[in-house]
């Protein structure tokens, strides 16, 4: 199914949430030591059988945590869709085209920066953008652009020819409950009018970065999106239970919210007939 024909209609009932598992950090951890050992392919292993329904990795430039040998490997065993996070660079465009993952997701990235830390400034490159979209989406990968919850980046999306936009969580995962500055309940308005936004403009929406616990509910409630790509966190919990454990809770959890919100939606037709 493409992204365009998936979005949610306004007012329609919310579909099931897809969950990608991030499997960046079972690469830092190999890495730490060198080897090949906790291979992320087994980490995708695992993920699936947790209940993932696609893998998400990252080949940042400096290859700090997944390598090419990954995605190759990634691609060839076809455990479940690979949504391949990128730079806007040619050497990313080549890799792509000759990997062909299911989806591309385009991220900023600095060298000096732990991770991810914003939003792509669509609406300020619309003009390169465009043509680097329209190159993925001949070789036959849906394109997501990761995009602060913004207006201006939702129709600057539209307008780059994006199937799909991931709206970054951070800041409302790092906002405090209450007190001053921005307040979670804020972030989460926020990210509820860009969903809607995003959707009525043709767009498939997803979400990511720092979800958990304790914040994913209010996220996976929102009906217009249809997939969370998590990973930090979920393998940080692995240590203390198990990966297979750390992915299955989160499942259930997001899971449970998108129940009550069909719940809710039944709710609402029967108090209205």
């Known amino acids: 199914m493409t992204a365009r024909s ?31 050992y906790p291979d992320p392919l087994r980490a995708a292993e695992c993920a699936v059988e947790a209940g993932a329904d696609n893998i998400t990795a990252h080949l940042r430039e400096d290859r700090r945590h997944i390598r090419d040998d990954d995605i190759a490997r990634l691609t060839a065993a076809n455990l479940a869709p690979l949504n391949l996070e990128m730079a806007v660079t040619p050497e990313m465009l080549a890799i792509a085209l000759a990997t062909r993952p299911h989806a591309c997701c385009l991220v900023p990235e600095r060298r000096q920066e ?50 799909a936009v991931e709206l970054h969580t951070g800041t409302y995962c790092a906002a405090a409950l209450h007190g001053n500055g921005p307040t979670r309940d804020n972030e989460l308005k926020r990210l509820i ?15 990511g970065h720092g979800l958990d616990y304790d914040n994913v509910v209010p996220v996976a409630s929102i009906p217009e999106i249809v997939e969370l790509n998590i990973g ?36 609402a037709k029967v108090g209205g007939t």
């Open 6 to 36: 998936a979005t949610v209609a306004c007012g329609a009932s919310a579909p099931p949430i897809r969950l990608g598992i991030n499997i960046d950090h079972i690469a830092t951890l190999r890495n730490a030591r060198g080897g090949r």
């Open 232 to 267: 930090h966190y979920l393998v940080g919990e692995a240590i203390f239970v198990g990966l297979s454990k750390s992915i299955s809770r989160m499942r259930a959890l997001m899971d449970g919210a998108r129940e009550a919100l069909r719940h809710s939606d039944t709710e």
């Open 193 to 207: 009018t860009a969903a809607h936004d995003a959707a009525r403009a043709g767009l498939e929406v997803h979400a």
């Open 114 to 163: 732990l991770t991810t830390e914003g939003g792509l400034d669509v609406a300020g490159q619309v003009g390169s953008l465009a043509p680097f979209i329209a190159e993925l989406r001949r070789g036959g990968m849906q394109v997501a652009l990761f995009i602060d919850p913004e207006p201006e980046q939702i129709e600057a999306a539209r307008k780059a020819g994006a199937d």
